[in-house]
């Protein structure tokens, strides 16, 4: 898989895909994640991605050329199956639209930033619009960071243990049931004694009964 990160704040990204998992995925050749300054773009010598918006009003508006300039370049060396824009008003991202995202082979991705992009941008090139929650952040980074990484941990190959992403909370609809490991009591609080009975099946079902109780409780939502 490929991942083209468009930004006008590209050492943003950086420390992000040099650590843990992330880095790991690249360096085995699983994902190449490839970060774009918009600036890169620009035609005029301040290299400027914004301006003010038509009509008036508070806030700076991204400029269509760099945008169109940057992805076209990129569209002109392989065919990519989504340019996905981050942007609060988006649909809101669950693991189903992650899932699906991660069986795709090439994906750009473009952060907005300011008052977001001139609207031309989403009619013209975007063919999908995600956003992380209902909170406005400063800048669609983080939120394109996130979006990779539930992405990018998906990949065969990518954890260590093939059943770990299967098992994450979401996954079926439920969350994910509580986990111990040592010591076995710790300060008179033990484990529950069916996780050290060795006992595979009755595990199992342990579990799942505390996924299903943990979603009743906390998001019964899920369950409709
Ligand atoms: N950019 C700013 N806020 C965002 C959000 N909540 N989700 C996605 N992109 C964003």
Redo the contacts with the bound molecule.
């Keep these: 898989m490929k991942i083209d990160i468009i930004t006008c704040l590209p050492r943003l990204l950086d420390s992000f895909f040099a650590h843990s998992i992330l880095q790991r995925a690249q360096v085995g050749g699983y994902v190449e994640v490839v970060v774009h300054d918009l600036r890169d773009y620009t035609a005029d010598k301040h290299r400027r991605v914004d301006d003010y918006a038509f009509g008036g009003g508070a806030g700076m508006v991204m400029q269509i050329e760099p945008i169109a300039r940057c992805i076209r370049s990129l569209q002109a060396e392989r065919p990519y199956d989504e340019v996905i824009y981050?942007?609060?008003d988006?649909t809101r991202l669950n693991q189903q639209t992650t899932n699906a995202l991660s069986l795709r082979q090439n994906l750009i991705i473009l952060c907005?930033h300011y008052k977001g992009v001139d609207e031309r941008v989403r009619e013209l090139f975007i063919t999908k619009e995600?956003?992380?929650?209902d909170?406005?952040?400063s800048?669609?980074e983080l939120?394109a960071a996130v979006l990779s990484d539930a992405i990018i941990r998906l990949l065969p190959g990518v954890l260590n243990d093939e059943t770990s992403a299967l098992t994450d909370s979401f996954q079926d609809n439920l969350l994910a049931p509580p986990v111990y490991t040592r010591p076995a009591e710790f300060e008179g609080h033990r484990v529950p004694d069916i996780l050290l009975s060795g006992h595979e099946a009755k595990i199992d079902e342990w579990r799942h009964e505390q996924a299903l109780e943990r979603t009743r409780i906390r998001r019964p939502d899920l369950l409709d």
């Design positions: 981050m942007t609060p988006g907005g995600i956003s992380i929650g909170y406005v952040l800048g669609g939120a």
